[in-house]
């Protein structure tokens, strides 16, 4: 097991004040709350910076980390010395700060310090019944998937208290069948695969957090995808029919005389499917870019010299130049 | 590490299609009534139906008053601080989406 150095994790000397520390955890607990951050190991952080907080802003707890010794450094093969906290004594049910009450928020290391100390396992009392607690996860899907529906294979991490008290995590996968035209950013709820209750108690729900996969040529907002076009001068100068691909497979598309770069064409109920009836379909928001043909030839030099010389055109009319 | 393999589940999607009652809501959450009326008097959830006991929410309000507790218990802030934040998160959301939607 690996020793985790607490004061290191919050950024705090080990000789800090107690309202040293407890600045310290209110801002790295803003920062990476996973309500707010988008870094992407949000969660993770806020588990580490809470679990470091529960022990350093109890004093007995702290006093106790601390008489490991200061010698440790962070990631070292750790194993807690026999009797190392004897002495002490630790207030019971002090079990805060966990990221939704997961009792799989605590590391092996603080486990082994102060995993013991919890009051109650599993069985251990008679007659609590206590419904489980929910479970949150994210997907990530592709926008092919929220075009057609698919089924998506989703690993979970669930704690597991054993008859001693202490926790360990065991893998779950479950198939999950992602709805047709659902959004970035909606929950599914699948009721009864969260975490199980104490007793008779019913167990929690599981919550699936939707995110997209980034695509390479669509941009999705919400229902609607957007999607840049490139055309040539004379197809946005003299107007074009030309081919272009949409999520459910290429259309033709008109685009009109003297159409100008950056110009939006709505292509109606093109974008994501509705999610359910009363719900309209998104649209496809075509975005003209004008590309340019390189001057590499003798010809197409030629070409544009001759507009050059044929055409009285000033890009910068505007700037007054 | 065991490994558990289930059938293929079948969820609903919260935002579009459930309606719930403040006592389908509070069971969800695992608040209190009293809770929930907080929120609304604090403009966080907006329910239709004038009177409480006809109050209806939407599926989103279901996150929206999860996040509302998180933020509460592990930021320890005030209701109307949790009601700001969610606006701030709201309007981050939509300015990101609207840059991803320009750029990249």
Known sequence: MEYKDYYQLMGVERDATQDEIKRAYRKLARKYHPDVSKETDAEARFKEVGEAYEVLKDPEKRAAYDQLGANWKAGQDFNAPPGWDAGFEFSGGGYTGGFEGDAGAHSDFFESLFGQFRAGGPGGRGGIHARGSDHHARVLIDLEDAMHGATRSIKLQVPEVDARGHVTTRERVLNVRIPKGVKQGQHIRLAGQGNAGMGEGKPGDLYLEIEFNPHSIYRVDGRDVYLDVPVAPWEAALGASIKVPTPAGAVDMKIKPGSANGSKLRLKGRGLPAGSAGNRPGDLYVVLQLALPPATTDKAKEIYRNMQQELDFNPRARLGM | ?104
Request: charge should be negative; charged fraction near 25%; proline fraction near 1%.
């Open chain 2, 1 to 104: 590490m065991g490994q558990q393999k289930t059938a293929i589940l079948d969820g609903i999607i919260l935002e579009a299609e459930t309606r719930l009652t403040l006592r389908e809501l509070c069971d969800a959450c695992a608040v209190t009534t009293a809770y929930i009326a907080e929120l609304v008097d604090e403009g966080v959830l907006e329910p239709s139906g004038i009177e409480k006991s006809h109050w209806c929410f939407t599926g989103y309000s279901l996150t929206r008053v999860r996040t509302a507790k998180r933020l509460q218990q592990d930021l320890d802030i005030n209701l109307a601080g949790v009601a700001l934040a969610l606006e701030l998160l709201d309007e981050v959301r939509q300015l990101r989406a609207r840059l991803n939607r320009i750029t990249e």
